[in-house]
């Protein structure tokens, strides 16, 4: 069979990057491409049909990878993955893009890199910078793309192809990507990756610079409101978070951000409304607003409000080890101990490679007084939680009269 040159392409992409995923699609389809990716949602009730279709009948396949573009991949439901798992059991073309100072080498990256995913390394990747973005899309299409195929191409169904030629109009009747809108988010990547590292004033410099770049930018200021929150200007992360709600009102992270950030204020009231909000703007994505639920119930003593509402952060999100730190401890409150310590070898193992904050209230919970003081003084070392809300924390309860405990607070 001989090989032929294919112009059909899908753009694989997290959310947090949808500016790149629109400048690659705007140029690829200036070029002659048909091109596709999930510009605006999807209904829910279409989602899977209109993405795996859609991957099975392009004979390319362009992956997104950012420095934080992979962190949910762990999760055997991320989307993301199942796209690339799609992708490399259809034989497609896969052409990594690294994007941001995306490394391969990198720990995070390497510990999403599990099963199928470990593949991406092996592919020919192209990296591109904003800086020489029209270079790098022309080395994309006359090498990468450019090349003989043997691709078997799926036909798509009737009501996917009316779904895809309605998200192909959508993306190309809006505006054309900016040079500046693109520097803004490597300096946002770049934030992102100082507050990974608890670096939290570099991060807040770097935000700062993507909003001077895009004022318009929502996920600096809700990038730079975290970083606010965790260096102690709660007053500051909620106005940075009330910006960025005012930019994407329908964005439930925004409000989970700004109910945490109340939250740590001890202004629970106000920290209930943003969660509620964000439950109902997506429930099936706002596992963090039913946890925080749930924690406030526990801090209020209503500990069956606070079972439930925790659980059902663990069904959305069964794979985050802080949820299950709550659950042993409602479940210890309830005196219901056997169904707690069962609890905790899982938990464990979900906390392995969290910060140390987290793996402290796990060991506060479950009764090492010591090992939970030794990482809660490495945790506020690093700024991992607001002084505020450690005075609160439940999941500190253990240790709260420990002397070890008041000095750390006192100092």
Known sequence: MT????KTVFISYRRTNGIWARAIYQDLYAHGFDAFFDFQSIDSGDFSQVILENIKARAHFIILLTPSALERCEEPNDWLRQEIETAIDTKRNIVPLMLDGFDFGSPDILRALTDKLA????????????????????RL??????????????????????????????????????????????????GA????????????????????????????????????????DIDGAIDDITHAINLDPINPDYYINRG???????????????YDHAIKLDPE?????FQMIGVLALLRGDLEKALSNIQQAIKINPRNGSYRISLINVLRRLNRISEAEAEEPQAMILLSNDAEY??????????????????????????????????????????????????????
């Not at 092996?122 to 029209?134: A, W």
């Not at 799926?154 to 809108?181: G, L, N």
């Not at 100082?194 to 004022?215: C, D, K, S, V, W």
């Not at 994505?285 to 607003?289: D, L, R, Y």
């Open 119 to 138: 593949l991406l390394k092996v592919y020919n990747g192209l990296r591109i910078y904003s800086e020489y973005f029209e270079e790098g899309m022309a």
């Open 285 to 289: 994505e706002s596992a963090g607003a």
């Open 141 to 190: 299409r006359e090498r990468y793309l450019n090349i003989a195929l043997d691709a078997v191409l799926h036909p798509v169904s009737h009501s996917v192809k009316e779904a895809t030629r309605v998200q192909q109009k959508k993306a190309k009747e809006t505006e054309s990507v900016k040079p500046r809108e693109l520097a803004a988010h490597e300096w946002n990547e770049k």
């Open 3 to 6: 090989g032929r040159i294919e």
């Open 358 to 411: 987290n793996r402290a209230c796990f060991e506060a919970v479950c009764g090492d007084k010591e090992k939970a003081l030794d990482l809660l003084q490495i945790a506020i070392v690093r700024h991992q939680a607001n002084l505020q809300w450690i005075k609160l924390d439940p999941d500190l309860d253990n240790i709260r009269e420990e002397s070890r405990f008041i000095a750390m607070i006192d100092k």
């Open 260 to 274: 945490s950030a109340f939250k740590d204020k001890g202004d629970f009231d106000s920290a209930l409304v943003d």
């Open 193 to 232: 990756l100082h507050g990974r590292q608890g670096e939290h004033e570099e991060a807040l410099r770097y935000f700062t610079e993507a909003i001077n770049l895009n004022p318009s930018y929502d996920m600096a200021f809700s990038n730079r409101s975290l970083a606010r929150k965790f260096i102690g």
